[in-house]
């Protein structure tokens, strides 16, 4: 398996998988990989002939300074996992590589990215529609592949997919999950015991509200209060936002008829965790 850091090299061997007709699936990450990441990877590695992970912690989409600074960053070990899933290519850009002197070109995206995690981390999803646009661009995969947890970010990167014309199957898989319910996250790692404990009731909240909505409770109000009741009476927590989503648009709904999206934000002391939960 080779890591690749240059962005002409990636193009060159991507354009020479192309010459031979091979598939190519590609898993973008932002490194310190868990077993989310490697579900996607095993995917890739079964639906195409050639598999392609990035590592790049890309800046432009961090609203934050400290969450950039304290994002953990594990280059040897991540490569490590990669080469034991069997994947072809790393690409492992540097920042000068992708944003040189001069760059000035976004990629933006309205509606899908004013709610939720794109009203409250302004810049992030311009960061994450430019960089991933990038992405594809270098290493023109047939299929990519997503993790349910980042919800909003599937929706918004399918469109973007869709608007721009590409041709790229957008693949989601669904949250890993620790034993105990908590999603598997790279920002986990920063938790200490306690918040680690204390982050259960995220998992908790969604898991109400999937009980109440399978009572037939479809008023989000009433849900959205019981999944709020449940994050209220724990410890060291601050809530960015408990909301019922539909799937597509991700608008409140008041009510929910077929399918909608319980999705919780929150600050375990300063880790900044997400998860939802799918109600149909
Ligand atoms: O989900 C992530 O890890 C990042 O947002 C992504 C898609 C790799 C872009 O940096």
Sequence with gaps: MDVITKVNEMQT???????????IGFVPTMGALHEGHVSLIRSAR???????????????????EDDFNN????????????????????FAPGTKELYPEGFCTYVTQDKLTDSLC????????????TIVTKLFNIIKPDRAYFGQKDYQQTVVIKRL????????DVRVLPIVRDE????????NKRLNPEERQNALCIYSSLSKAKSVFASNIKDSKEIIEEMTSIIKKTKNIKI?????????????????????VATVAVWIGNTRLIDNIILE
């Design 13 to 23: 061997r991507v354009l020479s998988i192309k010459d031979r007709k091979k598939s």
């Design 46 to 64: 079964k639906e195409n002939n050639k598999l392609i992970v990035s590592i790049y912690l890309n800046p432009t989409q961090f609203d934050n």
């Design 71 to 90: 994002y953990p960053r594990q280059m040897d070990k991540d490569i490590e996992i990669v080469e034991r899933e069997n994947a072809d290519l790393v």
């Design 118 to 129: 794109g009203r409250l981390r302004p810049g992030h999803f311009n960061g994450v529609t």
């Design 161 to 168: 997919v869709a608007d721009l014309n590409m041709d790229i």
């Design 180 to 187: 105990d319910g908590l999603a598997i996250s790279s920002r």
């Design 240 to 260: 960015d936002y408990v909301s019922i989503v539909d799937p597509n648009t991700l608008e409140n709904v008041s009510s929910i008829n077929g399918k909608a």
